[in-house]
């Protein structure tokens, strides 16, 4: 079954130890404080749950909490 | 003139208790926390159970932690972390230093832990061996390295002063008390949380002890006839060190004095103990106190309940002592929180110096009766003390010893 965007806002949450409803789409994921580590923590889990691979160099252009959000659902949704 | 050192904070979590007063109110009455514990603790997709005494904190809580930090604080860490933060956060509290100038860069964290995040690395290896997968959590070094637990605390107050983690087993964190002494002393800082942690009850941890035949299948019976062995508690202990003119001058209330740190290293054998090197750390810590040896004290045995331990450092202490033991007061605490391992030297400081205090020596419980090899003026039940020293020691695998001296405020 496909995730829904709010799954890995979720996972995001979780793994980057943030209250979901702080993760605001147009929040850079800097001024969120996730750090890359916590990004590879997301990585990790979402590959885990998904079977799916995500490469550094997919989310190496994402800014903000939604477009990182956006390619992993991307990723996911082709699988 | 020499810079005094004492406490003005304590804070601890085991299987006994989730605050120090909690820990008292249940050792006093001899009240224990061993029990017979499964493992490995919440996963049913492991083959392989195990079950045994032991003394665990079922669930930590984290009211005191989420009260003073956002939910990020401690969320995703391992246990060792958890309880550390949990301990310090109690300490730093009761010290009322909570957004002191001091925590900035006169402070030190210094802290003891036998050994690492042992759940975290433990679910790492799972992967690797048992279910054949290339990959491990990014977050495995960070959250199992050993020195962890002061990194986070240093984080959560920031704290930007000497921290680290050191390590000398069961010992462990008496060492960290003792050289935290010495920086305040040197005048290195004002103030160091000082304590240790230790959370060793996982399944890899629990096998890779038990086949030392160390452990207890029944209980831990520290210097009683029939004692079997070691019970493994978990959870950490944590004491704000603090000196003297420092807390004075701040109007904080002064709990107990930290007098005089012995250690000493028997270079003999990796599990055996030494007579000789446990007597010199007594020595060392009564010579570093200006303590006469025959001053009646409270000692906090390390007591672990194994057949070689107790008769060693009974031996030892009839050694030291001579005839002036029998005015002293023997305590074992392990009997009843379990050995905490690297947490064990600053938990039994603590209660120690709570039993100063009170004027009352916990009870040593699960004992059967006396073992001629452990002739000691044991507390086998609650005794009115009049003590005005704490002698607490620790004496690890591979011959680290430490020994505490605390007197009352």
């Excluded at chain 2, 002063?161 to 010495?182: D, F, R």
Aim: with cysteine; aromatic share 4%; glycine share 10%.
């Amino acid at each position: 079954m496909l995730p829904t965007r709010q799954t890995i806002i979720a996972i995001i949450a979780d793994e980057a130890r943030i209250e979901a409803d702080k993760l605001e789409p147009e929040a850079t994921l800097d001024s969120l404080g996730i750090a890359s580590l916590d990004v590879m923590s997301v990585l990790f889990v979402i590959e885990e749950k998904f079977d799916v691979i995500i490469q550094q160099e997919d989310i190496a252009a994402t800014d903000t909490l939604g477009q990182f959000v956006d390619v992993i659902f991307a990723k996911v949704a082709a699988i | 003139m020499k810079r005094r050192v004492v406490v003005t904070g304590l804070g601890c979590v085991s299987g006994l208790g989730q605050d120090a007063d909690e820990t008292w109110r249940r050792i006093a009455v001899g009240d224990g926390a061993i029990r017979e514990l499964t493992l490995p603790r919440g996963d049913d997709t492991i083959a392989l159970t195990v079950r045994g005494p032991a003394a665990p904190i079922d669930c930590l809580h984290t009211g005191r932690i989420e009260a003073r930090f956002a939910t990020r604080a401690i969320g995703k860490l391992d246990p060792l972390a958890r309880f550390a933060i949990a301990a310090a956060t109690e300490a730093v509290e009761q010290a009322k230093l909570f957004g002191s100038p001091v925590l900035d860069e006169r402070t030190s964290i210094l802290l003891g832990c036998g050994s690492g995040g042992n759940a975290t690395f433990e679910i790492g290896y799972r992967r690797l061996f048992e279910h054949g997968i290339g990959k491990a959590h990014p977050q495995t070094i960070p959250n199992g390295m050993i020195s962890a637990p002061a990194s986070q605390i240093a984080m959560l107050l920031g704290i930007h002063g000497p921290a680290m983690v050191l390590s000398s087993a069961c010992a462990s964190s008496a060492h960290a008390i003792g050289e935290a002494m010495h920086m305040i002393r040197a005048g290195r800082v004002d103030v160091s949380i000082a304590g240790g942690a230790e959370a060793c009850l996982t399944l890899g941890s629990w096998m890779a002890w038990h086949s030392l035949g160390a452990m207890a299948t029944d209980t831990c019976r520290p210097f009683s006839i029939d004692r079997q062995g070691l019970v493994l508690g978990e959870g950490a202990a944590m004491l704000v060190l603090e000196e003297r003119e420092h807390a004075v001058a701040r109007g904080a209330a002064i709990l107990a004095e930290l007098i005089g740190y012995g250690s000493s290293s028997d270079a003999r054998h990796i599990t055996t103990p030494d007579r000789a090197g446990i007597e010199r750390a007594i020595r060392a810590a009564h010579a570093d106190a200006e303590l006469p040896l025959d001053a009646p004290i409270l000692i906090s045995s390390h007591g672990t309940g194994t057949r070689l331990n107790d008769a060693t450092e009974a031996a030892a202490l009839q050694a030291v002592y001579g005839p002036a033991l029998a005015a002293n007061t023997v305590i074992a605490t392990k009997s009843a929180h379990g050995h905490l391992i690297g947490a064990s030297g600053a938990l039994e400081f603590l209660i120690g110096l709570i039993a100063l205090q009170k004027g009352l020596a916990p009870p040593i419980i699960n004992h059967l009766a006396t073992d001629p090899a452990c002739a000691l003026p044991l507390a086998l039940s609650a005794q009115a003390i009049d003590h005005k020293h704490l002698v607490s020691n620790s004496f690890a695998f591979g011959g680290l010893n430490a020994v505490l001296i605390g007197r009352v405020a």
